[in-house]
């Protein structure tokens, strides 16, 4: 059921997601000329999901509470980006035949 605790909580984290990867960009980009266009939104999207998810929930709660769901959410949302963003770059490479066996 949407409520306001979900919207605020996925508007915040999709926005401090947003942010965080916008100001990691410049250690990214390396000698090969790393193009990062989708990384920012991608990562505000899962930032978006988790926070509604995992910070709605926690929603009316005490402060001790609700610190201890921004802190899971916040490694929610580390965690899946990533995972998206290693399979991705493993998916780059297994079509680049990078990779010589299973093992």
Do not use: H
Request: glycine share 14%; hydrophobic share 50%.
């Amino acid at each position: 059921m949407p409520t306001g605790g979900k919207l605020i909580g996925a508007i915040v984290f999709a926005a401090l997601a947003y942010f965080i990867s916008d100001l990691i960009k410049p250690l990214l980009v390396d000698s090969e000329g790393t193009r990062l266009g989708w990384f920012s939104p991608i990562n505000a999207f899962i930032g978006l999901c988790m926070g509604w998810t995992v910070m709605g929930k926690g929603a009316g709660k005490n402060y001790r509470q609700s610190l201890g769901y921004g802190m899971t959410t916040l490694a929610a949302i580390v965690f899946w980006c990533l995972i998206v963003w290693s399979g991705y770059k493993m998916i780059l490479r297994s079509m680049a035949m990078r990779y010589d066996g299973a093992m």
